[in-house]
């Protein structure tokens, strides 16, 4: 496996400067040639942070699906030992 890494790295490079050629139409406010902003947006694929493009959690203060995930599973838990208590 250790003699395939450098034609692998290359295939997904290729390959994502393959799905990334129309990101953001093209636009990038740099004064760089083709090729280069196809580079770019390949591998920088969210530019900034703003509150647009960068992370939701940090901007609308939005939990993760992870978080949501294991606060049902707390409230789950929370109820069973509830209903066992109030069996007593």
Not at 8 to 27: C, F, N, P, Q, S
Not at 78 to 87: K, Y
């Amino acid at each position: 496996m250790e003699k395939h890494r450098r034609g692998v790295r290359r295939h997904h490079r290729a390959r994502l400067m393959k799905t990334r050629e129309d990101y953001h139409g093209g636009a990038t406010g740099r004064r760089l040639s083709p090729q280069a902003i196809l580079s770019f947006w390949s591998r920088t694929p969210t530019p900034c942070s703003c509150w647009m493009c960068g992370n939701p959690r940090r901007w609308l203060d939005e939990v993760t699906v992870q978080e949501r995930r294991a606060f049902q599973a707390d409230e789950a838990r929370n109820e069973a030992a509830v209903e066992q208590i109030a069996e007593r």
